[in-house]
């Protein structure tokens, strides 16, 4: 079974909004280190949103300012608010996680994944 499963994706116009969230499985381990990836075919993948259980974030670039990680500790739910999205924000977006704190700011790190979900952005 998959650890942990993404849900909210789906095809927009530019400029709308999505919002994705990430729940991790009865059977998945400790998930204190969350984040959100996100790969187009034939590109590297890409880390978007690392978080850690006290509410600070680690954005790239590319979506710093239109894009909000948010998590729900009691549940260990983690959110994406995606905002004023491109048409370069298409991809597959995944969560992501690790079990030891340490590595919450180590994107390659993380051990722990979901299936993804899928986003596409119409110009």
């Known amino acids: 079974q998959v650890p942990l499963v993404e849900s909210g994706g789906g095809s927009v116009q530019a400029g709308e909004s999505l919002k994705l969230s990430c729940v991790p499985t009865?059977?998945?381990?400790?998930?204190?280190?969350m984040g959100w990836f996100r790969q187009v075919p034939g590109k590297e993948r890409e880390e978007i949103a690392l978080?850690?259980?006290?509410?600070?974030?680690k954005y790239a670039d590319s979506v710093d300012g239109r894009f909000t990680a948010s998590r729900d500790n009691t549940k260990n739910i983690l959110y994406l608010q995606m905002n004023n999205l491109k048409p370069e924000d298409t991809a597959m977006y995944y969560c992501?996680?690790?079990?030891?704190?340490?590595?919450?700011?180590?994107?390659?790190?993380?051990?722990?994944w979901g299936q993804g979900t899928q986003v596409t952005v119409s110009s």
């Open positions: 978080t850690t259980p006290y509410s600070s974030t």
């Open positions: 992501a996680a690790h079990s030891h704190l340490r590595y919450c700011y180590s994107g390659a790190s993380y051990n722990i």
């Open positions: 009865e059977d998945a381990p400790s998930t204190p280190c």
